[in-house]
Nanobody
Framework: VQVVESGGGLVQAGGSLRLSCAAS????????MGWFRQAPGKEREFVAA????????YYADSVKGRFTGSKDNAKNTVYLQMNSLKPEDTAVYYC????????????????????WGQGTQVTVSS
């Protein structure tokens, strides 16, 4: 399984970025996809999850209303649209594929995901 993120970069506070994540090697349409982030000196934290069917998305309270996750099963790609970015959003962002098909139990826990990308850096300047 290969998971590859792209779209990170440097942006000013209040700006926007769109992350993409392409996955291959498993039937993409069967799996929930998650976004996580890790800032220096901090633990990896949940950002968003998009269910296998593209129809449901779940967010951490810290990003709710600012970030939007979406999934395109035809393109085997998941996206994270990030608006109104804040300096505290600075982190390496990771995309991950859930371990069990047609499931989203405990979607905010990193241990529920089997395959991870290498991460993409997002830096928000004040």
């Amino acid at each position: 399984v290969q998971v590859v993120e792209s779209g990170g970069g440097l942006v000013q506070a209040g700006g926007s970025l769109r992350l993409s994540c392409a996955a291959s090697g498993r039937a993409f349409s069967m799996y929930t996809m998650g976004w996580f982030r890790q800032a220096p000196g901090k633990e990896r934290e949940f950002v968003a999850a998009i269910s296998w069917s593209e129809s449901n998305a779940y967010y951490a309270d810290s990003v709710k209303g600012r970030f939007t996750g979406s999934k395109d099963n035809a393109k085997n790609t998941v996206y994270l649209q990030m608006n109104s970015l804040k300096p505290e959003d600075t982190a390496v962002y990771y995309c991950a594929m859930y371990g069990t098909a047609y499931s989203r139990s405990a979607y905010s826990l990193p241990g529920m995901y089997d395959d991870w990308g290498q991460g993409t850096q997002v830096t928000v300047s004040s």
